[in-house]
Every structure is written in structure tokens, then in C-alpha cells.
């Protein structure tokens, strides 16, 4: 049985944490900065972590 490939788009968005988290980055900060809150930038900024519904999937995609 072949080892199965990660997917290179995963690899390159999630982080797996020490307590098996996975770490993501939040959308919605790359462009068309000009209309949002400072604040909301700022909070956008932060680090958040993949919904347990998604998991599952991302762990498959990362070949863990």
C-alpha cells in the first residue's frame, strides 16, 4: 500500500499544535483593508483553531 500524499494546500495553512489542536490562520485580512475597523483588524490578526466539525478532514488532508 503507496503512502498517501499530503495535500500541499493543508500543509501550508494548519499547524498542528502539542495537544493536537490544529492551529489556522483567520480569513478576511488580505485586501479591501480601507472600510474595516482597526479593531477588527486587529482582532483578525490572531491565531484560531479548526472547528472540531472540520477536524477530521484536515487531519486526513495532512496525512495524520
Do not use: C
Not at 490544529?22 to 477588527?40: D, G, M, P, V, Y
Request: hydrophobic residues 30%; glycine residues 6%.
Amino acid at each position: 500500500m503507496p503512502k498517501v500524499k499530503t495535500k500541499a494546500g493543508a500543509k501550508k495553512r494548519f499547524k498542528l499544535t502539542g495537544s493536537g489542536k490544529l492551529k489556522r490562520k483567520q480569513a478576511f485580512k488580505s485586501h479591501i483593508l480601507t472600510k474595516k475597523e482597526t479593531k477588527r483588524k486587529h482582532n483578525l490578526t490572531k491565531t484560531d483553531y479548526v472547528s472540531k466539525v472540520d477536524t477530521k478532514s484536515v487531519k486526513l488532508q495532512l496525512g495524520i
